[in-house]
């Protein structure tokens, strides 16, 4: 479901062309078998902040096929790296062999397991970060970010609207979907007034949050 009219939707698609060469195929064959990757548009605008910020160390949270990790590296210095945790058996195999594929195989550390294990044991600090994992969880991994990165990070977070049902009451919302429902509203309105950082949320995707951490 896009949050803005369909038409307009596939108008923008239709002008931004796919990456190239192995990532592309990566991407098309993820698209054409319905593997959880993020939509063109959002990698257009990774690509985007990517430049601007041009991050050494990155941590993304939600690796599946390794698609998002193989794009980020394409604008990393030789230095360096991507720290990624998944916890499926199936994405992690399949993004080892993306990963071989494209040559990444010593660029990329791939953490296997529950992202909210793994969080607590990590001490490094990273200058990106991109979380794309279970939205009912981006609200109790959020202090474990913070404490990852440093002043100047950025933090992207896909898949933020639920949809647009984020912006719905709560009694409106199905019973099963409620407490995806009040845990994204909490992770929306702690990053958007937590005077630490600065944050924009956009109608692109499902949802994109940017933000940028403003002091330790």
Do not use: W
């Not at 062309?17 to 063109?40: H, S, V, W």
């Not at 991994?141 to 984020?166: N, Y």
């Not at 702690?190 to 924009?200: A, G, M, V």
């Amino acid at each position: 479901m896009s949050l803005v009219e369909k038409y307009l939707a596939e108008y923008v698609d239709g002008l931004q062309p796919l990456c190239k060469g192995e990532l592309g195929d990566i991407q098309k064959t993820a698209y054409e078998n319905g593997l959880p990757i993020i939509p063109n548009e959002v990698v257009k605008l990774m690509g985007f902040v990517l430049g601007i910020k041009k991050p050494v160390k990155v941590l993304e949270i939600g690796m599946a096929v390794g698609f998002s990790a193989g794009f980020i590296s394409g604008f990393l210095p030789e230095n360096g790296s991507i720290t990624t945790i998944d916890r499926y058996p199936m994405m992690i195999e399949e993004a080892k062999i993306n990963f071989k594929r494209l040559g990444l195989e010593d660029r990329v550390t791939i953490l296997e397991g529950d992202a909210n294990n793994i969080l607590p044991t990590l001490d490094d600090k990273f200058d990106f970060v991109f979380m794309d994992a279970a939205k009912g969880q981006y609200i109790y991994m959020l202090p474990h970010v913070l404490r990852l990165t440093k002043a100047g990070s950025i933090i992207m977070v896909d898949d933020v609207l639920q949809e647009g049902r984020v912006a719905r009451e709560y009694t409106e919302i199905p019973r099963r979907q409620r407490t995806i429902h009040k845990r994204l509203n909490d992770f929306l309105y702690e990053i958007t007034h937590n005077d630490k950082l600065r944050t924009s949320i956009l109608t692109i995707g499902d949802g994109v949050a940017l933000i940028e951490k403003l002091e330790d």
